[in-house]
């Protein structure tokens, strides 16, 4: 075993087994709070969703209870009283009322479903009644009956909690008012649910969503939950405690806490329930036994204590059996450097380890690819700095010569002149040689002149052009010189395309050399096509002839100074067209297709310089 695998050995046993040692005290320590820390935030959605489900039901009452008032006041109108019973049985089995009650439009009953001595009794004093009759107001509200209101409404003996005295009952009623087709109120409905004892209507929907026991107090009597019984004990008639009872009856504020229900504790929710005016007049509650809730922390527990045996496991056979392989990926590393140490950039290294140092091997790798492209990079920045010597030279050569050729040209065209008037009269045959003289002095000229103006350097004046007038400008120069007499010129010119940020002028240098070549490589006629397109970063201006084509070993000569295969010309012009656009940021490609086709492609930025 190598020295590297046996530290790993001694450096995985010390930091694997002391931390997850220590780790674990911890865990265990905060894993009771987490539980409880997310069985509270169980219980906050929890009464949020059961408060759902009660006003869903209070809700659900409404419309119960508005739906009956077009069947109601036609058996009404039509004195179907024994009907109207009849067929308000099956109502009130099918959604579960408590009671059922029809007045006539001055608040004596004529049907109540649920207590019959109630008919002929009159309800005008009930509140909500009186609001239905008098002014069509419908009401649901959580409301308390006392005795005497319990027994009016047929509803005491089923309301009675063992062990509670002086019965009152917490109920939910939808009072609306019974509207003929006229729009004019001719009685009243008054339907509800009792909650004393009813776990169907509210609880047991509770538990369905959330899992969670409730329960609902009226004050601070349960007087309907699913709490479980514990032998001859059951939860309903039990207190809530008198003190957390007061912060949320009296306070108005929601509590959660630990709490014992039936001898055994809970980790438990409750907020207020509202009657019609507002007042706190009950409670509803949710909860969780705390067993339940330690019990996961508890499983948790034995689980992490499980992991950590097994993780220290795990670490001592990855240091004894594993160790060896990132010995040997260590080693692969140090023979890659010594590779490049020595000067080899083509060396890279292939670890396929899966971890750190196979990511160390592939950084390893970019990082000899990107010496090798500094390298190159570098090469080509000594061999423009090699030309652009040169090119100083030359310009500096060029502009002595220039001074110095001119003044010789100068005299030679003097000299033809003086002798073109001398011997003019005498021999007729040679005007003709001197004027050849003056024209090929004058082409020396523009020879000097083109060598100066592109070893001069060159300024751009940028402003925003539109590139598709840039050449459309430079064929109408082109086009007045007669310069398309055998070309078809075919322009494929997006008028979508933005402006571009360049200098006009040298831009529309670029496009007249670029026309002239492509004309030249026509010499028997041709097709010139000129298109312009937006791609993600650039806009792009494409010039293609179908001319006599470029030899594939010349394409990357094009751009260099002075190389041209053309009788005359010095080859500077793709030299000063690349040296302009590259002063715009752009670039100039060139490409040779099928049937000698060339395209020249000058690309430049949509944003332009600056």
């Not at 169907?200 to 004050?219: A, H, N, P, Q, Y």
């Not at 492509?518 to 397109?533: D, F, N, S």
Request: hydrophobic letters at 40%; charged letters at 25%.
């Amino acid at each position: 075993m190598g020295k590297i695998q046996h530290k790993l050995v001694q450096v995985l046993l010390i930091t694997s087994t002391l931390p997850l040692i220590i780790l674990a005290v911890i865990a265990i320590f905060f894993l009771d709070k987490m539980a409880i820390n997310d069985m509270r935030e169980r219980l906050k959605n929890g009464l949020s969703v059961s408060m759902s489900i009660y006003d869903n039901v209070c809700g659900g009452l409404k419309y119960i209870v508005r739906d009956q008032n077009r069947r109601v006041y036609t058996l009404i109108n039509e004195d179907q009283i024994d009907l109207l019973k009849n067929e308000y049985r099956k109502v009130v089995k099918s959604n579960k009322l408590d009671f059922f009650i029809v007045t006539d439009k001055r608040g004596k009953v004529i049907v109540s479903m649920n207590n019959p001595e109630l008919e002929g009794r009159s309800l005008a004093r009930d509140p909500y009644v009186h609001k239905a009759l008098f002014k069509g107001q419908f009401n649901v509200s959580t409301e308390i009956l006392s005795a005497e209101e319990l027994n009016k409404f047929g509803l005491l003996d089923k309301a009675e909690i063992p062990g509670i005295e002086n019965t009152e009952a917490l109920i939910i009623r939808s009072t609306f008012p019974v509207i003929n087709q006229n729009e004019i109120v001719i009685g009243s409905m008054v339907a509800g649910y009792l909650l004393n004892n009813n776990n169907g209507i509210i609880v047991e929907l509770i538990k369905k969503d959330t899992g969670l026991v409730s329960s609902i107090f009226m004050g601070n009597t349960r007087i309907c939950s699913n709490v479980p019984s514990q032998g001859n004990e059951y939860a309903i008639g039990s207190k809530f405690d008198s003190a957390r009872a007061k912060y949320v009856l009296e306070e108005g504020k929601d509590y959660i806490g630990h709490i014992w229900v039936m001898k055994e504790k809970y980790l438990a929710a409750y907020t207020p329930i509202f009657n019609g005016d507002k007042r706190i007049i009950g409670i509803l509650g949710i909860g969780l036994p705390e067993k339940s809730v330690f019990w996961l922390r508890d499983s948790l527990t034995k689980m992490f204590i499980i992991a950590v045996l097994c993780s220290v496991v795990l670490a001592l056979i990855f240091g004894f059996y594993r160790g060896g392989s990132i010995v040997f990926a260590i080693r692969k590393l140090r023979s890659g450097m010594e590779a490049v140490i020595k000067g080899n950039y083509e060396h890279r290294i292939k670890v396929n380890s899966k971890d750190e140092i196979e990511e160390l091997s592939d950084y390893f790798n970019k990082m000899i690819s990107r010496l090798q492209a500094a390298t190159k990079e570098l090469m080509e920045t000594e061999k423009r700095l090699i030309q652009s010597e040169r090119m100083a030279a030359i310009g500096r050569m060029a502009a002595v010569l220039s001074h110095e050729l001119k003044n010789v040209f100068a005299g030679i065209q003097t000299s033809a002149y003086y002798l073109k008037g001398k011997i003019a009269k005498n021999h007729p045959e040679l005007p003709q040689s001197f004027r050849d003289i003056e024209e090929e002095i004058g082409h020396a000229n523009n020879i000097i002149e083109g060598v100066l103006n592109f070893t001069r350097p060159k300024n751009i004046l940028l402003g925003e052009a539109d590139l598709n007038q840039i050449i459309e400008d430079a064929l109408a120069s082109l086009e007045k010189q007669g310069l398309f007499k055998k070309i078809e010129v075919i322009k494929e010119l997006d008028p979508n395309i933005p402006v571009v940020n360049v200098d006009k002028v040298q831009m529309k240098e670029v496009f007249l050399n670029l026309v002239i070549n492509a004309v030249q490589a026509m010499p028997e006629g041709g097709e010139l096509t000129l298109i312009t397109r937006q791609s993600e970063k650039f806009l792009e201006a494409e010039v293609i002839d179908n001319g006599l084509g470029i030899p594939e070993e010349n394409l990357e000569k094009l751009f260099i100074p002075f190389f041209t295969t053309k009788s005359k010309g010095l080859g500077l012009g793709l030299c000063i067209i690349k040296e302009i656009v590259e002063k715009h940021g752009g670039t100039v490609e060139v490409k040779a297709g099928l049937n000698k086709t060339t395209s020249f492609i000058v690309k430049l930025p949509l944003r332009g310089l600056g």
